[in-house]
């Protein structure tokens, strides 16, 4: 790769961050203008410069084509939720009960949890009370589970969410340590020695 073009890759995100937040100040304003326009780009750099955001890496692309079925899936579960939840708050007999359910996440990718934990609070029925990507877990108080038998259906159902995502790549988007110069340093704190872990 050429210098240009390596400079180009260091900068590149930075530049979508200036170009982001520059549309997101011009929408706010409800109209364009060269005094929205400038100003908005004064406004994006001073935010950037004064929070900088950490830096990120990826071992891959993300799939769109992947990330499509993700919102299918989405999609599917909110409808069918929609007409459970429904029915459940109509239907005559004792009070429906509820609990929290522990899933396991198979990586510690926090982009991984972060967006697993927006599609289940999409559904109706199901809310994340806690989610912890560096012990690769995650609570969810759910509606309408009383047994075994439907702890181990929402179980499923976020085994099913964790393998689309990870088809799509993003587990693979890491922000990278605070002190990335450190050997063998990662983002999970159990990969740090001077960490101590839980007692």
């Not at 955001?53 to 069918?80: I, K, M, Q």
């Amino acid at each position: 790769m050429s210098a240009p073009a390596r400079a180009w890759s260091v900068r590149r995100p930075q530049v979508l961050r200036v170009l982001w937040l520059t549309l997101v100040w011009i929408l706010l304003w409800g109209t364009f203008s060269w005094a929205n326009l400038i100003g908005g780009l004064v406004v994006a750099v001073g935010v950037l410069v004064v929070f900088p955001l950490p830096a990120v890496t990826s071992g891959g692309r993300v799939r769109p084509l992947a990330l499509l079925r993700v919102v299918l899936d989405v999609a599917r579960d909110l409808a069918v939720s929609s007409v459970q939840v429904a029915w459940q708050s109509v239907r005559p007999g004792p009070p429906i009960r509820s609990s929290i359910v522990a899933v396991e996440v198979p990586d510690d990718s926090e982009l991984l949890m972060a967006l697993l934990v927006e599609c289940l609070s999409l559904v109706p029925g199901s809310v994340v009370v806690e989610a912890s990507a560096a012990e690769r877990t995650l609570w969810a108080h759910v509606l309408g589970v009383e047994d075994d038998a439907g702890v181990e259906r929402f179980r499923r159902q976020v085994s099913r969410l964790v393998t689309d995502l990870m088809a799509a790549g993003v587990h693979r988007v890491r922000v990278e340590p605070e002190h990335s110069g450190r050997s063998g340093a990662g983002t999970d704190p159990r990969d740090d020695p001077d960490e101590e872990g839980p007692r």
